[in-house]
């Protein structure tokens, strides 16, 4: 996959043809240059590219590459670590780009990755997006419990609780939340949106959500659709 040292050298990324960069973007993404990744991306955006375009095709696109390696054994956690920096720095390139909105926020919503769980890469993405419709977000960050997720509904009080998870072990924690809001009486204050790799429709049917976001774009339409439904519902 990755080039000798010195072929790295020489190569300049800015003389590549855009397939040719999302290629070797590709190629630095799983050998987790964060650098080139940067120089890559803003390359992508200084040739017209615009960052949905760049974070689609080149950093989830290169990040699936890394996710089948990681599975089939090829790829071990520190190199995917470097991999997930690597994209992480494209990410934050893009941020500003996909969160230019400005104006009053059409809603607010607390996310986080639920309990046992540190993956957040899809976390973010669905955060920055949410932003980039003009949602405010509270962001929980990893490993969230449900006495975080309740506390912070409590003190932000969002329209929207979001939750993610990327590991079959963790995603059934998604229902204990759901659960704990139940009992305290708060289910029916939130819109409850989940996320990740493994779930689907029907998962989030099961466990009480009220909607399943395949990824972060679906999840700004799925909160902007729910959301004014609710409040033509309340008006
Ligand atoms: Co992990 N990991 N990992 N990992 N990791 C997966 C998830 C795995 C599928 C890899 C594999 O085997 N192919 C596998 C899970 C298998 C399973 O559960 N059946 C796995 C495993 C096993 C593990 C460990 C257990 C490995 C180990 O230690 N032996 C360990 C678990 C640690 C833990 O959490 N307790 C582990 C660790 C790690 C790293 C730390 C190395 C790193 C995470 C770094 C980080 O996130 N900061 C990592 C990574 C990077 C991955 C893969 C390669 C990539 C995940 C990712 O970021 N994808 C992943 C393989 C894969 O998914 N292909 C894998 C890109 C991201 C954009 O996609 O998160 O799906 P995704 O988000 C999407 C949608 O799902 C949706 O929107 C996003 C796109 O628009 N979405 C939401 C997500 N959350 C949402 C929330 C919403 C809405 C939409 O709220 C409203």
Known sequence: MSQKPDEKQDLILADLADDELVEQM??????GLADEIVEATRILLNRGWDA?????????????????DFRDGVLFVPEVLLAA???????????PLLAATGGKPIGKMVIGTVKGDIHDIGKNLAGMMMEGA??????LGINTNADTYIAALRE????????????????PYMKVVIDTLKERGLRDKYIVLVGGAPLNEEFGKAVGANAYCRDAA??????????????AARA
Do not use: C, W
């Open 218 to 231: 679906t999840a700004v339409e799925v909160a902007k659709r729910l959301l004014q439904e609710r409040r």
């Open 85 to 95: 920096n690597a994209m992480k720095a494209g990410m934050a390139i893009l941020k």
């Open 134 to 139: 003009g949602f405010e977000v509270v962001d």
């Open 26 to 31: 590709f190629d630095d993404l799983y050998d």
């Open 52 to 68: 949905r375009r760049v974070l689609d095709d080149a950093l989830v696109g290169g990040m699936n590459i890394v996710g089948a």
């Open 156 to 171: 932000h009080e969002p329209d929207i609780l979001g939750m993610s998870a990327l590991l079959t072990t963790t995603m």
